[in-house]
């Protein structure tokens, strides 16, 4: 059993790790699988250290896709904003997920010589199923970590196609289903 956890968490790492299949502008997932688009975003008032996250469960396992402010821009059209975050795209088995966990962390330094990580987590409960060679888009998840933490789930398709165009010369959008579910904000 211990084997076959290895072995299914390697898969998972050589699917965040693999290239991107484009084939004629347009996402081509591997066979007996599809591709996840999701855009992880956040703002905050220290920028240095901070980090954010989604917790994506499937059938047998469970992986997070995360983004730090320092090494991490999603590429916006014309003059727009940035996002500053990670676009991912990740290829899995034809299954059942559900998004369990928007997370985000920063590095808290206002006391006087001290500084300590701080995390805030929102519970979530997006599920979707992935078909083979489906491509689904499933929007932004984004985390401001200032005063009072919050979260936004929202549509970002013009930020985050552009993304796509700009690193991975993918210009045909027809194949991606968006699963969005309704723009919500909340607090903790």
């Known amino acids: 059993m211990r084997t076959l956890i290895i072995c299914f968490a390697a898969f998972l790492l050589a699917a965040c790790a693999a290239p991107l299949h484009v084939e004629n502008g347009r996402l081509v997932p591997p066979p007996g699988q ?3 688009i999701a855009a992880v ?5 220290n920028y240095q250290g901070a980090d954010a996250g989604i917790l994506l469960h499937g059938q047998t396992s469970e992986m997070h896709l995360d983004a730090q402010t320092n090494t991490s ?8 904003k940035d996002g500053v975050g990670k ?23 206002s006391f006087s010589g001290m500084s300590f990580r701080s995390r805030s987590s929102f519970a979530l ?12 888009y499933l929007g932004d998840y984004h985390v ?22 700009e690193r ?15 723009a919500r904000t909340t607090t903790n």
């Open 73 to 80: 821009l999603i590429r916006a059209p014309d003059k727009e």
């Open 41 to 45: 975003t956040l703002d905050t008032l």
């Open 168 to 182: 991975q010369s993918v210009h045909d959008f027809s194949n991606i289903t968006v699963k969005l579910p309704p």
């Open 144 to 165: 401001s970590l200032n005063f009072e933490p919050s979260f936004s789930r929202t549509d970002t398709r013009r930020r985050d196609f552009n993304d796509l165009t």
């Open 125 to 136: 409960d997006e599920g979707f199923d992935l078909a083979d060679g489906e491509v689904l």
């Open 87 to 109: 676009l991912h795209v990740v290829a899995l088995p034809v299954g059942s997920y559900r998004v369990t966990e928007l997370y985000g962390s920063w590095i808290d330094d």
């Open 34 to 36: 599809g591709y996840v």
